[in-house]
């Protein structure tokens, strides 16, 4: 049995993701298990990702942004969260 307790770590990379951001952000959010840290790596991207990822952030204390400067992909940048992951899990 888990305990409930128990912090998870989601981490995300997000490159141009204007347009599937917000609905992505809001099935992370309205899960059920709470007990989560959300962590972001906007992978330098051209679009409006980065101001979505900002409106989320001041309304949700358990996101952290972090940014890179140049894309590295997905692979790299999930890698680079994972030092920053607090929780027992990673999702």
């Known amino acids: 049995m888990t305990n409930p307790t128990q912090l998870v770590s989601i981490l995300m990379s997000v490159h141009n993701s204007q347009e599937t951001l917000d609905k992505a952000l809001k099935s992370i959010l309205n899960q059920t298990y709470t007990n989560t840290e959300i962590l972001i790596m906007g992978d330098a991207s051209t679009d409006a990702s980065s101001e979505i990822l900002d409106r989320y ?35």
């Open 57 to 91: 952030t001041k309304d949700y204390g358990n996101i952290k942004i972090y940014k890179n400067k140049i894309n590295i992909g997905l692979t790299k940048s999930l890698n680079l969260l994972i030092k920053y992951a607090n929780g027992i899990y990673i999702a």
